[in-house]
């Protein structure tokens, strides 16, 4: 039986480039997608081109219910579910002062009530021996004007990462985070100049953004068995930045 691992928001970006990675590592793959069924069903559909198992399973990550019959599909596909990659994710900028309610109860419920209804789940579920990766942000260290309700949301996830990793003792299951810096993402770049972008890339030593597959690596490494004594830590992929 192969291991299975579930990556929240894998349609595209990050969490595709996770699933991807984790396929190629030997994994059956869970594509979960909130709304981008197209994206989520054709990355699906070449990993097993290739060769590998996955399957796509729509689940808004907010609500709890969603978050078991998506691991009930996992199961029901692989058998049992040893990895729980929490990427889905989002980030709208404002300052403190001019956010709206709606824009910090949605940044909240998926960022992270999300996170928290899977590693919920995932306490309850994963085999001996498993993976529970959150996804956080570097930008926590830098105190960036208008990322407040963002950072807020990851610094929790980052809190609970801990004391999960705590509460798991005796099922050798790790709790991680991985904190990426600027990621060249279609949501990243959207709506920047070329200049800011040049500018936030010369913020770390290598003077790039980082890539999707820079973060899926960092994810991989947590995810296989050279990760398996790392726990409770928040592993910063931001080239230096922070």
């Known amino acids: 039986m192969p291991r299975t691992a ?12 996770i699933t991807t990675r ?3 590592d030997g994994f059956a793959v869970v594509a979960n997608y909130a ?9 699906a559909a070449g990993i097993v081109a290739a060769g590998g198992q996955a399957i796509a399973v729509q689940a808004d990550v907010a609500d709890p219910e969603a978050v078991r019959r998506l691991f009930d599909a996992a199961e029901a596909a692989f058998g049992a579910v040893d990895v729980l990659v ?16 709606a824009a910090l109860t949605h940044h909240v419920a998926i960022n992270l009530t999300g996170s928290f209804n899977g590693m919920r789940e995932a306490a309850r579920r994963l085999r001996q021996g498993g993976r529970i990766i959150n ?48 990621v060249a993402t279609e949501l990243f770049l959207s709506g920047k100049s070329p200049e800011l972008v040049a500018r936030i890339a010369g913020l770390n030593p290598f003077n790039r953004l980082g890539t999707p597959e820079d973060i899926a ?6 995810a296989s068995p050279d990760g398996g004594w790392v726990n409770g830590q928040v592993l910063r992929a931001n080239g230096g930045m922070v």
């Open 86 to 101: 929490n990427n889905a994710g989002v980030m709208a900028l404002s300052p403190i002062a001019e956010t709206e309610d």
């Open 6 to 17: 579930i990556i929240t928001g894998a349609a595209r970006g990050i969490g595709a480039a």
């Open 217 to 222: 690596a960092a994810v991989a490494f947590l």
């Open 135 to 182: 996804l956080s942000t570097s930008v926590i260290g830098m105190r960036m004007e208008g990322y407040g309700p963002y950072v807020a949301t990851k610094a929790a996830v980052e809190a609970l990462t801990g004391v999960l990793s705590r509460e798991l003792r005796g099922r050798e299951i790790t709790v991680n985070a991985v904190a990426p810096g600027p």
């Open 22 to 24: 984790l396929a190629r």
């Open 35 to 43: 709304g981008s069924a197209q994206e989520a069903e054709a990355l």
